[in-house]
Every structure is written in C-alpha cells, then in structure tokens.
C-alpha cells in the first residue's frame, strides 16, 4: 500500500533489537545494582536504611511513572531523540550524583533525574522495537527481555571493581560516561518511513511566502504549546482510568500487581547490604546478583517458547500466579542465615521464578484487556506500580532501622508477594467461574484471552 509503514521484520530490525537489549542492560538492572554502593553511601552522608533506600526506590518509581512524558516526547520527536534524550539525561544525573554533598542532593541526581532518563531510554527503546517487528514481535520481546539480565549479570561486578578502585564517587562519574552510550544505541534507532509514491516530487515548487520579523518566535511559542497540549492528551490516552472501572479483569490484575511491587524488587535492594553486613566479602555480594541474572538469560528464552504452546492458553495466570507465590516463599530461604551457599540456594529460587513471572506480566496483561486499550492499560499499571515501588524499600529500611535484623524485612516480603500470588490465583479462578455461568445462561462473555484480537496494527498483515 502506497505511503503506508512497513514493519521490516529482519534487517535493520536486528541492529535495533540489539541496541534495545543494551538499552535495558543499561537502564532496567541498574537501580538493582546500587546495593553495591549501599553501605559506602549509608557511611558517606550518615544516613539510614530507611534514607539510603530513597534511592534506588526514587530511581525505579520514576523510570515506571515516566511513561506519560515518554510518550509526549514519542509523539512528538519520535523514539530516536528520545532514547538519545534519556541517555543524555541519566548519564547526566550519575556524573552529578558523584559531586553531591547531602543524600537528599542523591536523590535529585540519582533519583529523579537518572531515573527519568532511563525512562525515557526503556520505553522509547520498546517502542520503536515494536515497529519493526511484527510476525516475529514475540520472539523479539522475548530476546530483547534478557537484557536486563545481562546489565544484572556484569554492571554488579562493574560497580564492585569500579567501587575498589575511585571509591563510589569515581564510580558514579564512570558509570555515567557509561550510561551516555544509551545516545550511541538510539542513534541506530532510525524511524521507519513510509513507501514514497514513484514520480512523488521531492520538493515543492511552490515559492515560500516571506516570512515576518517575529515569525520565529511565533513558531517557539506554537510549538511549546503543543508540546504541553501532547502532554495532555498523552496522559489521558495512556491513563486507562475508564478501562479500571469497567474491566473487572484488569482492574483485578492491576491491584494484585500494585501490591505485588511492594515486596517484589525489595529483596533485590537489601541482599547485598544484607550479606556484607554479615561479614560475606563484596566480591561475593556482587556475585550473587551476577547468578541471578544468568540465570534469567538461561532460562526466559526457553520459557517464552514453552508458554507460546496452545496447551497454555487460558491458563497463563494460573502459571504468572504459582510462579509468583514460588517468588514470595524463596525470600524465606533468606531468613535461615547469610551464608554464600543458603543465599546461591535463594538466587537460585528468586531468580528461576522471576523469570516466569517476567516473561507472563505482559502476556498476562495483553490477555486481559483489548489489544487496541493496551499502551493506556499498560500506562496506568506502570503509574500505579510506581507508587508501590516508591515506598517498599524505604519502609523495608525502616523495618531494619527499629529492628536491627533483615529477618523481618524478608519475612514481610515474603508475605506480601505471596498474599499477592494467592490474590490473583483465587480472583481470576472465581472470575473463570462466572465467566463461564454466564455463557451458560447465554449473556455475553467478560473480556477473555479467547476473544481479545491479536491483529497487528499495520495495514500489510491482511496480506501475509
């Protein structure tokens, strides 16, 4: 069809595939990795567990709560300058982070600042992938996933070297040189342009008008007001609020994931504090978060081609939900002792069944709602998430602050994650109940994986 966009599906969609794995290795895995610099931090600005934990958690709430102003800037500048925009702005925010004086000055560069660079990196990064691949759109989402497990495999060992070596403000300074090569990734992020028409003409012939004095300023002032005008239609196309009221299904998951992020990254943040504090060297600290991200590279890629088989349709929530309460209890393992083989034994655990349960949200998600209401869909959970991902370390640091242990920190954990777990498997079976009764008596059907459409948004699906 003449003018119309192609997804490519190949070619250059594999440059773009492998500068989006660098994208996440470089911004998702990263505020998992500031736990190397925690203790040095804490030691640094005589803070406390509660107040170093700001931290990460600013830096994670803001790269999920993000994704309004990312798809502002998408819509108007497209995904190239805005994953160049992000990597400039988080490689900015680390290099400043490494001059500050107070913690509450690490929060700002740290936290804001890195955090909405990575935002704007990650998103933009997964949009634009979507572009160029549509049949093969599984199977690139699920390369482009392991990622985040390989920035958990090396940027733990980075950060202790680098920690070893400049000491923490040294190593903030080189980690931003680093995160700056997020620009170098969106740079070979070229937007697809649509088929030109043979014999189009390349240029008009029609002679400009004479410009007036003050039309440069008029054109800044349209154009800022038409970038907060985005901004608002942005956040109201990608705020499913009305999609939360009258899908019961989604507003379940919604509310069980929110919950979920109250405990579910929490462990991620303290197991190196919680090791070293013990007498365990940061060398092997580190290590442990390296195992976990091998052992998602291992494992997602063959879960993802596991649960594409048609035995698994309908029943994708079932297995997102044992997956998670499996999360949940490993944290337990934790609780018997810091030892290095107990806590390879729990990364081991963690990390098997967070790869399940990161391979299925999305999936789960895309299940649950309309295809065409799942950028809002997806929008109001990254919002709602963020809240839960804001407050959960700093209320696990206030736990061990008053307590002086990380027993209860990872006992409190492993109850909200697997409360969580029970919350989805029990409301989507009862749902699965009605649904049915329903069907029965001949009224229609809640939203169901069985009659969400799967067509591709472009126009050239018809002909494949």
Not at 377 to 392: D, K, N, P, Q
């Amino acid at each position: 069809m003449p003018g119309a966009v192609i997804a490519p599906d190949g070619g250059w969609g594999w440059v773009v595939l492998v500068a989006t794995i660098m994208v996440l290795a470089l911004t998702l895995a990263f505020p998992s990795c500031v736990g190397i610099f925690y203790t040095d931090l804490q030691e640094e600005f005589k803070a406390t567990n509660s107040e170093t934990s700001w931290v990460p958690s600013i830096m994670t709430s803001v790269l999920h709560a993000g994704g309004p102003f990312c798809s502002a800037l998408v819509e108007r500048f497209g995904c190239r300058a805005t994953v160049m925009l992000g990597g400039v702005l988080s490689g900015v925010g680390m290099a400043a982070s490494s001059f500050t004086n107070s913690i509450t000055e690490l929060y700002i560069t740290a936290g804001i600042i890195t955090g909405l660079g990575f935002c704007f990196s990650f998103q933009a990064a997964v949009t634009i992938l979507g572009h160029y691949f549509v049949r093969r759109r599984t199977f690139a989402n699920a390369i482009s996933s392991t990622g985040t497990a390989l920035g958990l495999c090396t940027l733990p060992i980075l950060g202790h070297y680098l920690n070893t070596e400049l000491g923490w403000r040294g190593s903030f300074l080189v980690l931003g040189a680093l995160l700056l090569n997020c620009c170098v990734c969106g740079a070979v992020m070229r937007p697809l342009e649509p088929r030109r028409r043979r014999g189009q003409p390349l240029m008009s012939h029609k002679h400009p008008e004479p410009q007036r004095e003050n039309e440069g300023t008029r054109q800044g002032k349209s154009r800022a007001r038409a970038l907060f005008a985005s901004l608002g239609v942005s956040l109201r196309k990608h705020m499913a609020f009305d999609l939360f009221l009258k899908n019961l299904h989604y507003r379940v998951y919604a509310i069980g994931i929110t919950w979920m992020m109250l405990g579910f990254v929490v462990p991620l943040v303290y197991l190196v504090p919680y090791a070293t504090g013990n007498g365990m060297e940061q060398s092997k600290a580190a290590l442990l978060l390296s195992i976990l991200g091998i052992i998602n590279i291992i494992v997602r890629p063959p879960i993802g081609l596991l649960f594409n088989l048609p035995w698994f349709k309908g029943r994708h929530i079932y297995v997102f939900s044992s997956a998670l309460l499996v999360n949940g209890l490993s944290n337990i393992i934790c609780c018997i002792g810091p030892s290095f083989p107990v806590l390879v034994v729990y990364v081991v655990m963690y990390g098997l069944s967070m790869s399940v349960v990161g391979s299925l949200m999305f999936t789960v998600l895309m299940q649950t709602v309309e295809m065409s209401a799942f950028p809002s869909a997806l929008g109001l959970l990254a919002v709602m998430e963020s809240v839960t991902l804001l407050i959960g370390p700093p209320l696990a640091g206030i736990l061990v602050d008053k307590t002086g242990e990380y027993f209860h920190m990872f006992l409190v954990c492993s109850v909200v994650v697997a409360s969580s777990a029970l919350y989805l498997m029990v409301s989507f079976y009862v749902l699965g109940k009605r649904d049915k009764k329903s069907a029965t008596n001949g009224q229609p059907l809640a939203l169901t994986d069985q009659n969400v459409s799967t067509q591709c948004q472009y126009s050239q699906c018809a002909n494949r």
